[in-house]
């Protein structure tokens, strides 16, 4: 659950797995993904890849980009989310 300040705890044994960093990014389907930086950098690449072969358009890498934002975890475990990664501009 999201506290009165906007961020959302995240388990513990998540928490081990991103590490200090991890990417928040607003997926169409209507919620937040939440992913390691290693795992954002290869759906970067991957898209890059689709892109050059002419499989999707250039917007769709754009639009990856401004969807998502680098996040910090607090010494709590939580992480603030924006309201560019809820659809709430």
Do not use: W
Request: charged share 25%; net charge negative.
């Amino acid at each position: 659950s999201v506290d009165g300040n906007g961020r959302l705890a995240l388990p513990a044994d998540f928490r081990d797995l991103l590490g200090s960093r991890c990417y928040m990014t607003s997926d169409p389907e209507g919620f937040v993904k939440i992913t390691t930086v290693e795992n954002f950098q290869s759906e970067a690449d991957h898209l890059k890849d689709q892109v050059r072969s002419g499989d999707l358009p250039a917007s769709a890498l754009r639009d990856f980009g401004v969807q998502s934002s680098v996040v910090s975890i607090d010494k709590q475990g939580r992480i603030r989310l924006s309201m560019k990664a809820v659809g709430q501009d």
